[in-house]
Structures are given as structure tokens and as C-alpha cells.
């Protein structure tokens, strides 16, 4: 069966960080690349980072030195450090596999960048 759940979003002001959790199913999480996307209102879903099952590391150009994705194996959890957080940043932040995800998703997570 699979499980997303996202966690660690809030409101936050410009400049300031968030760290996201997304724990994964088993099955989802062993064998796949798993990333972050998000969706702004009134925009298509897009992918922002990426981190496959050994740790290489990839990110959209518009988060790229200021995001920092990472996952711990063990605890089939994957997790996205948001530094330096721009109003653009406002979104709802979802993880999945990459670059295939999987039909289901989970709730995802909250985040709003404003002063």
C-alpha cells in the first residue's frame, strides 16, 4: 500500500527556513528516487528537488542554493531543508517518487512565505 505524509510546513517570513518530512511506505521508498514538488494556487504541480536511493542530489533551478533535499534510508523518510525562503516559495509541498510518481498522493504540507 502507499503512504505519504507530509509534515513541517507553516508560515514563515522572507529569508526564513523550514525543514519538511515526507515518511514514505516501505515499498515506495527502497527502490525509488523520491523528490519534493509543489503546487502554488492557481499553477500546474512542479518539481523542485530530487534524491535517489544512494544520495545524489539534483534540484529545480528556482530552489537550487537555497533548498537542500536529503533522506534517511532506515526511516523511510525523505527531507527538504528551505533556506533563504522567497514569497515564491508559497506553496503546497508534496514528495513522491521521481520522475515517475505515483498516482496517489499524499496530503502534502503548507508553506507560506510572507511578511
Known amino acids: 500500500q502507499v503512504q505519504l505524509v507530509e509534515s513541517g510546513g507553516g508560515l514563515v517570513q522572507p529569508g526564513g527556513s523550514l525543514r519538511l518530512s515526507c515518511a514514505a511506505s516501505?515499498?515506495?521508498?527502497?527502490?525509488?528516487?523520491m523528490g519534493w514538488y509543489r503546487q502554488a494556487p492557481g499553477k500546474q504541480r512542479e518539481w523542485v528537488a530530487a534524491?535517489?536511493?544512494?544520495?545524489?542530489?539534483r534540484y529545480a533551478d528556482s530552489v537550487k542554493g537555497r533548498f537542500t533535499i536529503s533522506r534517511d534510508n532506515a526511516k523511510n523518510t525523505v527531507y527538504l531543508q528551505m533556506n533563504s525562503l522567497k514569497p515564491e516559495d508559497t506553496a503546497v509541498y508534496y514528495c513522491?517518487?521521481?520522475?515517475?510518481?505515483?498516482?496517489?498522493w499524499g496530503q502534502g504540507t503548507q508553506v507560506t512565505v510572507s511578511a
Open positions: 534524491v535517489t536511493s544512494g544520495g545524489r542530489t
Open positions: 516501505g515499498s515506495i521508498f527502497s527502490r525509488n528516487t
Open positions: 513522491n517518487a521521481v520522475p515517475d510518481p505515483y498516482t496517489y
